[in-house]
C-alpha cells in the first residue's frame, strides 16, 4: 500500500502522554501500511497557539526518536481556507449565525456525545452587523463509513450535530474546516486518532465531499488511555508534559514504557525501545 498519514497535534499546550499513544499508533500503521509521515502543526486557533508549544512539538518528537517526511502549519494555509469560504459562499452553502454559546446550549439539542445538535435558527436570518460564527450547510444524508478497528459507522451530520461552524465568532478557522481542507489538499490517505474524535468523522466526510473530494481516508480510532478507574486522562494528567518529564531527567525508554503501561500494551511499565513500542501498537492494528 502507498499512501500519506498525519500526525496533527495543537499546539495549545505540551505534548503528553496521549498525544504520545497516538504517535505510536500513527507512526506504526505508517511501517505497517508503508505510508509516508506527514507532521501536521494544527494552529487553526490563533486564540490558543503558543509559539513554544510549536517548537516543542517537533524538539519533543525528535527526542523520543520519531521521524517524518514532511511538515506543515495550518497558519500558512489561512489564504487559502478564505478562498475556499468565498466559493462555498457563492454557492450559498454558509450563512452567520449570531446565536451566544448560551443561547446554543439553551435551543439546541444534544447528540450522545453531548455535542449540540444545531436546528438551523440562523439559517435565512437577515444578516446582522453583529459577533457571528459562520456555519456551513451540512446534507441531510447518511454518511456509511468504516473504522479499520471499530468497524461500519452510518452517521446523518444533519441529525449528529446539524450545520456546523467553520468559523468561530472571534474570525478563528475551526478545527473541522482546517482539518478537512488540510486533509484533501496535503492528499493524506490515512487517518489514524485518538477515539475521543470518532464524533467528528462523518461530519469531515460530509464535509470533504462538499468540497469536492469523494475518496475520503481511510480512518482508525485508537483506545484512549484510561486511569486505574478507567476514566479518560484527566485535565491534570493532560497538563503533565513530556517536556515536564524530559526536565526531570526520565528516558525516552520509561516514558514509551510507560504509556504502553497505561494502554494495556505491557503488564508493567518497563523501559521501552521507540521500535519495541512500534511493534506492540502494530499489533493492535
Ligand atoms: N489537532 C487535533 C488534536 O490535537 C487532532 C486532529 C486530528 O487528528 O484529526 O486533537
Known amino acids: 500500500m502507498s ?32 505510508l509516508q509521515i506527514h507532521l501536521r502543526i494544527e494552529d487553526h486557533d490563533q486564540g490558543r497557539a503558543r509559539p513554544e508549544h510549536i517548537a516543542a512539538i517537533r524538539e519533543d518528537l525528535q527526542w523520543l526518536g520519531f521521524k517524518w517526511q514532511s511538515e506543515s502549519i495550518q497558519s500558512a494555509h489561512f489564504d487559502s481556507y478564505a478562498k475556499i469560504l468565498e466559493a462555498l459562499q457563492q454557492k450559498g452553502l454558509v450563512y452567520p449565525c449570531y446565536c451566544s454559546r448560551k443561547e446554543l446550549e439553551e435551543q439546541n439539542p444534544k447528540n450522545q456525545y453531548g455535542e449540540i445538535i444545531y436546528q438551523g435558527k440562523c439559517d435565512g436570518e437577515q444578516p446582522l452587523d453583529a459577533p457571528h460564527s459562520l456555519r456551513i450547510k451540512v446534507p441531510d444524508k447518511v454518511i456509511n463509513w468504516h473504522d479499520l478497528r471499530l468497524g461500519d459507522f452510518a452517521e446523518n451530520p444533519k441529525l449528529q450535530c446539524g450545520d456546523f461552524p467553520i468559523q468561530d465568532r ?23 486518532r485518538g477515539e475521543d474524535l ?15 473530494r469523494t475518496d475520503p481516508p481511510k480512518y482508525l480510532h485508537h483506545p484512549l488511555i484510561v486511569d486505574a478507574s478507567g476514566k479518560k486522562l484527566s485535565k491534570r494528567e493532560k497538563s503533565h508534559s513530556i517536556r515536564e518529564d524530559r526536565d526531570a531527567g526520565i528516558l525516552p525508554q520509561e516514558l514509551l514504557g510507560r504509556v504502553l ?19 506492540l501498537t502494530s499489533r493492535q492494528l
Open 3 to 34: 499512501g500519506k498519514i498525519r500526525f496533527a497535534p495543537s499546539p495549545t499546550g505540551y505534548l503528553h502522554e496521549g498525544h504520545l499513544l497516538s504517535a505510536l499508533y500513527v507512526w506504526a500503521a505508517a511501517k505497517k501500511w508503508g
Open 170 to 192: 472571534h474570525g478563528c478557522w475551526t478545527y473541522q474546516f482546517a482539518v478537512c481542507v488540510d486533509d484533501i489538499q496535503e492528499s493524506i490517505t490515512h487517518v489514524v
Open 198 to 212: 470518532l464524533s467528528s468523522t462523518a461530519r469531515q466526510i460530509a464535509l470533504m465531499e462538499i468540497l469536492g
Open 261 to 279: 503501561f497505561k494502554s494495556g500494551l505491557i503488564p508493567n511499565p518497563a523501559p521501552a525501545s521507540l521500535e519495541y513500542a512500534l511493534e
